[in-house]
């Protein structure tokens, strides 16, 4: 069974500042990575899909990379702001159809 | 594209008691996902259709839930008897998939509260 680990659960930092969460999954054999965003209480925002075939993505000041072989991906947020305080979750979908999920990374951008 | 929407946002139950959740899904996707999430945890998989076969449960569903999606459009996820351990944040998600796969989109989710 794929599972997806996210490091670090929780983060702060600085308005401004660069910052990279991570995910990474046990099955290399996958078709696609999703980052979302979660805000409390509500449910997910699709941030940015990655194809398999693909090694990168950008939307704004969100940039994130996929490396299948090593079963990686990392979430990279320029000029952190208050308004991107959130859990920030990944999913990788593959054999099986499912879209198995990691446990968030709680982010907190202080002012 | 309105999104997923669900219904209702809140339901207070008493244990024993039977619920039902509805989503709608995005008008064009045939794909569409059930999750329970509670606090702290990623979204749990419990159950998918693809129109409106169900493909695939898992095996964490006891015999107590059920879902349905007559005509592959809107669905509906039962609960009977509930106990304590519901109390979470149902999601419903759908996508599009044909060749490949489109993003997941997800809905604002039921939160249950089992009493």
């Known amino acids: 069974k794929q599972e997806v680990t996210q490091i670090p659960a929780a983060l702060s930092v600085p308005e401004g500042e660069n910052l990279v969460l991570n995910c990474s999954f046990t099955?290399?054999?996958?078709?696609?990575l999703q980052w979302f965003r979660q805000d409390p209480g509500k449910g997910l925002t699709s941030l940015l899909l990655i194809q398999s075939s693909q090694r990168e993505q950008t939307s704004g000041r969100l940039n994130a990379s996929l490396d299948k072989s090593s079963g990686r991906s990392t979430l990279y947020i320029a000029a952190s702001q208050p308004g991107d305080s959130a859990t920030y979750l990944c999913a990788v979908i593959g054999v099986g159809n499912q879209f198995y999920f990691g446990t968030g990374t709680s982010l907190t951008v202080i002012p | 594209d309105t999104g997923v929407s669900q219904d209702p946002r809140h339901k207070i139950t008493k244990r024993g008691q039977n619920v039902t959740f509805r989503c709608d899904p995005i008008?064009?996707?045939?794909?569409l996902y059930w999750y329970r999430q509670t606090l702290g945890q990623g979204p749990e998989f419990l159950t998918y259709?693809?129109?409106?076969?169900?493909?695939?449960k898992s095996r964490l569903l006891s015999d107590r839930f059920s879902a349905e999606r007559p005509k592959g459009s809107f669905s509906t996820l039962e609960i009977q008897r509930t106990e304590q351990g519901d109390s979470a944040m149902y999601l419903c998600?759908?996508?599009?998939?044909?060749?490949?796969?489109?993003?997941?989109?997800f809905g604002n989710g039921t939160r249950l509260t089992v009493t």
């Open positions: 259709f693809q129109n409106e076969a169900q493909l695939e």
């Open positions: 008008s064009e996707h045939n794909r």
């Open positions: 099955d290399s054999a996958i078709y696609n």
């Open positions: 998600a759908s996508s599009l998939t044909g060749t490949g796969y489109s993003p997941l989109h």
